[in-house]
């Protein structure tokens, strides 16, 4: 916490600190798995260049270099004597001004490291989740910008991740303000139709995903057609595979859509050898992929 490994029970914050009241804060959410030479973190540099352009946008100084981050991300994994993780990295404005212009408040960062399994089970990364088309779309970038991953953010997505829950769902799809297909409340999306993989392009305002990204990657070294384009909400009824990707999530298949069964009801055949090959991928199995795991 601001430079410093402290105890977990003593990492806390000012009741008046500005992001408390104000949700003005970036983070990232970074796994770190267990591979044959030891615990390896996936794609911490393109974590902390999302966390960067999250800062951007909303002015946050980060006192730190990304070299800095990165050695502190290791070093509290290290600490923690963690073998599988999940890390958040938060920067956010701190105790100060509690007016609404942020900037005259200190920048703070923390990171923590600690055990994190499935996102939605073991069932669910085999028999895929159910998903409802959220009442609530997604951040309209006349509001606030969808790129940063705020934490502001999350208001939006955690109403739409109660009312899936509160409809008997797992997961919530969010569509655009104009109809499209966006994003999970937490995941990218991905549907397969006539051997085509695609996901919502960026006008959509879905996160740049870095486990979208590396998706994308490893199905066109499968040799399948990536695309990225609008998607219709109708067209997820019509998917023939569909499935979700993040950090915590991790390659996620989705068996019903708004009580329509996608697919054959368990993960299909494209989803399953994403899955497959995104774990070989973060557990160091494929050497194409070693650039992207910093062994710790
Ligand atoms: N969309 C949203 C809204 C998210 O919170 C996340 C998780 N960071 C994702 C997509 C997936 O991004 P990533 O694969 O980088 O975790």
């Given at each position: 916490?601001?430079?410093?490994?402290?105890?977990?029970?003593?990492?806390?914050?000012?009741?008046?600190?500005?992001?408390?009241?104000?949700?003005?804060?970036?983070?990232?959410?970074?796994?770190?798995?267990?591979?044959?030479?030891?615990?390896?973190?996936?794609?911490?540099?393109?974590?902390?260049?999302?966390?960067?352009?999250?800062?951007?946008?909303?002015?946050?100084?980060?006192?730190?270099?990304?070299?800095?981050?990165?050695?502190?991300?290791?070093?509290?994994?290290?600490?923690?004597?963690?073998?599988?993780?999940?890390?958040?990295?938060?920067?956010?404005?701190?105790?100060?001004?509690?007016?609404?212009?942020?900037?005259?408040?200190?920048?703070?960062?923390?990171?923590?490291?600690?055990?994190?399994?499935?996102?939605?089970?073991?069932?669910?990364?085999?028999?895929?989740?159910?998903c409802k088309v959220s009442?609530w779309c997604r951040?309209?970038?006349?509001?606030?910008?969808p790129?940063?991953?705020?934490?502001?953010?999350?208001?939006?997505?955690?109403?739409a991740?109660?009312?899936?829950?509160?409809?008997?769902?797992?997961e919530a799809i969010f569509l655009t303000t104009s109809g499209t297909v966006s994003e999970g409340s937490?995941e990218n999306i991905f549907i397969v139709k006539?051997?085509?993989?695609i996901t919502p392009w960026v006008g959509a305002g879905p996160l740049?995903?870095?486990?979208m990204?590396?998706?994308?990657?490893?199905?066109?070294?499968?040799?399948?057609?990536?695309v990225e384009r609008e998607i219709l909400r109708e067209e997820l009824y019509l998917a023939?595979?569909a499935f979700l990707?993040?950090?915590?999530?991790?390659?996620?298949?989705i068996?019903?859509i708004d009580?329509?069964?996608i697919?054959?009801?368990?993960?299909?055949?494209?989803?399953?050898?994403?899955?497959?090959?995104?774990?070989?991928?973060?557990?160091?199995?494929?050497?194409?992929?070693?650039?992207?795991?910093?062994?710790?």
């Amino acid at each position: 916490m601001n430079g410093q490994l402290i105890p977990w029970d003593e990492a806390r914050v000012h009741v008046l600190t500005h992001a408390l009241h104000y949700g003005t804060g970036v983070f990232e959410g970074i796994r770190c798995y267990e591979t044959e030479n030891g615990p390896a973190i996936f794609r911490l540099k393109d974590h902390l260049r999302r966390l960067a352009d999250s800062a951007r946008i909303y002015l946050i100084k980060i006192p730190y270099s990304e070299q800095q981050l990165s050695d502190a991300v290791i070093q509290t994994i290290r600490a923690n004597e963690l073998k599988e993780c999940y890390i958040r990295l938060i920067a956010y404005f701190g105790y100060g001004e509690l007016g609404l212009n942020p900037l005259h408040n200190p920048v703070d960062v923390a990171i923590a490291a600690f055990p994190l399994v499935t996102y939605f089970g073991e069932e669910g990364l085999r028999q895929g989740v159910r998903c409802k088309v959220s009442s609530w779309c997604r951040l309209d970038p006349r509001v606030l910008p969808p790129l940063a991953k705020a934490t502001a953010n999350y208001l939006n997505s955690a109403l739409a991740k109660v009312e899936a829950l509160q409809a008997g769902c797992d997961e919530a799809i969010f569509l655009t303000t104009s109809g499209t297909v966006s994003e999970g409340s937490g995941e990218n999306i991905f549907i397969v139709k006539n051997q085509e993989l695609i996901t919502p392009w960026v006008g959509a305002g879905p996160l740049q995903g870095i486990t979208m990204a590396s998706v994308k990657e490893i199905a066109k070294d499968l040799g399948m057609r990536v695309v990225e384009r609008e998607i219709l909400r109708e067209e997820l009824y019509l998917a023939e595979e569909a499935f979700l990707t993040g950090t915590a999530a991790e390659v996620t298949p989705i068996c019903e859509i708004d009580g329509r069964i996608i697919g054959n009801v368990t993960r299909g055949p494209f989803t399953e050898k994403l899955q497959a090959a995104f774990f070989d991928m973060v557990h160091g199995k494929n050497a194409a992929y070693l650039k992207w795991l910093t062994y710790i």
